[in-house]
């Protein structure tokens, strides 16, 4: 399903679209998780691996994180394709409200993510996307399953009307990216009632997801080597960061959480310099993958 003017629905647009398939009942996406093979030269690596059913609850989530813009955001994810469910969304990340996906009046505001993202949908193959200010722009192309991909995600703020985001999704090769400015002065001008950032799953409302769909949007694959900044590195620094996390100046003052070998009973912050800021679970934990 597609909007008149040629771009995917946004979450809110397709939870009135398709209020009445969701009566039907739950729809949560059956998936195989094979196996994903060691990342090259990861031996002895650890990842998140969340298995893209929904069926319980395991969000990794930072309560009152880093102010939104500006921030820059480094992981490396093994996506797998979904194939049957009724809405078949992914959640790599989002920084957004821990609640309500419209809590700003009845509409979304001062949140982004990046992700798969079903093409058409709710059930489409999924598409790597850049998610904000209500809208979900994608590649153009299906996502390349059952790979390892380096990813980055950068904002920053140019001026009180007009912000910037930029998604690398197979870096080192940065002509692969999107990019999306949203010039309005109400977007993102005031914090969501529980900010947060989370991964694996989005934010639950009353057993959905913030969006209203069964499963919690869960990603379905494996989640690493997650590197946080709480501000804007170059593409230059972010290769470089990539390369040796706190390799350069300007990643050693802007490090906010480190951990490229996540397991899911050790999620701590392994920056080792200034304050921690370990995440927690919402629910149980993801299964581990061990490469």
Known sequence: MRASIGRPLSRRELLAATAALALVGPGCATVTPDAAP????????????FPGDGRRRRMLYWRNPFPIYDATYIFKVYPR?????????YTTFFWGNDGDFVWDRGNANTYYGAHP??????????????????????TGREVVWDRWYTQAFRAWRESASLTHHEFYWDLPDTSKVITR??????????????????????????GASWGGYE???????????????????SVDEVQAEIAAPM????????????????RPRDVTDKKRAGIPHSPSWQGTTAREWAG
Do not use: C
């Open 81 to 89: 394709k979904k194939t049957s469910g009724a809405h078949r969304y």
């Open 38 to 49: 060691a990342a090259q030269g990861s031996s002895g690596s650890y990842g998140l691996d």
């Open 117 to 138: 993202y079903p093409t058409p949908a709710p059930d489409g193959p999924g598409q790597w996307e850049i998610s904000v200010n209500s809208n979900d722009y994608v």
């Open 181 to 206: 400015p949203v010039a309005d002065p109400n977007w993102a001008s005031r914090n969501p009632p529980k900010p947060a950032i989370v991964m694996g799953q989005a934010p639950d409302l009353n």
């Open 215 to 233: 499963g919690w949007e869960e990603f379905n694959g494996i989640i690493r080597g997650i590197q946080l900044y709480s501000g804007l590195l």
């Open 247 to 262: 390799s350069t100046p300007t990643g050693q003052k802007l490090i906010w959480y480190l951990n490229l070998n996540p």
